[in-house]
């Protein structure tokens, strides 16, 4: 079995689970039992869990590849490596609510070769192979046709890890296109969004590897127009990223502070 295939299953398999244990986990709704590890960035005693479970399955079954998860940084090297985002959107998980997803990605060096993201609460699993295209429940998707940003909906991650004026600087550029603003709370949920037309643009100002290392695979092979993410010190200090309908990438090649999405 070619060894993509054999670390897409696994990945595929191990992301599910995991998302059953967040779901195990999961505070009920109104619950104050997350830590702040800096200003809005929430941690939660499942994230720790997610990500060890993913760890060992993970090293059991290819003891020669890397690992990287959000909380636990770079544990093992190898020249494929597993870079891992246990629970994207915890702000949200860690209330009780939906939008989390589970992010398992394989990469060779700054190459992204598999990206998988599982939603449990969304009952969604989205997925893309280098080369065979992205796929959301086993359906093809594709990126959107939209061309105009007046008739764009446009999600805008937020942090406290960028000033708040640059980022009304990005709303408003896009409120004086025309376009419908969102903010979801979970990058990899927004990119993918992006990947399966279900929104037209994610723009966020500074945003780290293991938030859309999957996404950026699964929006390469939905035809999305991304920006060069993992160019400079990308891939260790993390980068503003801009994802698109391809054929909006022009018109918003200008957003302050966010780099243009180049066409795949
Ligand atoms: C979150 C990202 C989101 C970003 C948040 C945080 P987490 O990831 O999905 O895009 O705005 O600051 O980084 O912390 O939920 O894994």
Redesign the pocket.
């Known amino acids: 079995m070619h060894a993509l295939t054999r670390r897409l299953e696994i990945a595929i398999s191990l992301a599910i689970e995991a998302g059953a244990l967040a779901m195990r986990m999961r505070p009920a709704p109104g619950s104050a039992n997350a830590i702040l590890k800096g200003p809005q ?1 929430w941690v939660t005693e499942a994230d720790g869990a997610v990500e060890r479970f993913l760890s060992e399955r993970l090293a059991h079954a290819f003891p020669e590849d890397g690992f990287q998860g ?1 909380e636990g940084g770079v544990s093992r090297t190898g020249s494929l490596r597993w870079v891992v ?1 246990p ?5 949200n998980y860690a209330r009780g609510a939906s939008r989390f997803c589970v992010s398992v990605a394989c990469m060779e060096d700054a190459t992204p070769l598999i990206g998988v993201i599982v939603a449990p609460a969304l009952g969604e699993t989205i997925l893309a192979v280098k080369d065979q295209g992205a796929r959301l429940n086993g359906t093809p998707i594709r990126a959107a046709a939209t061309t105009d940003p007046a008739h764009a909906i446009v999600e805008v ?3 406290r890890r960028r000033p708040n004026q640059d980022y009304l600087a990005v709303c408003e550029a896009l409120l004086t296109m025309g376009a419908s603003l969102r903010h979801g ?4 949920l927004g990119l993918a969004d992006v990947a399966i037309g279900r929104i037209d643009a994610y723009a ?1 100002l500074h ?2 590897l293991w ?1 859309v290392a999957a996404a950026l695979m699964i929006l390469h092979e939905a035809g999305a127009a991304v920006s060069p993410f993992l160019d400079g010190n990308g891939a260790t200090q993390g980068n503003p990223i801009l994802a698109c309908a391809p054929g909006l990438a022009p018109a918003l090649a200008s957003l302050p502070n966010i780099p243009p999405a180049l066409t795949p």
Do not use: L, M
């Not at 629970?87 to 702000?91: R, S």
């Not at 709370?185 to 990899?188: E, I, L």
């Open positions: 960035d959000e985002d629970i994207d959107g915890t702000a991650g937020w942090s709370g979970s990058g990899a966020e945003i780290n938030d």
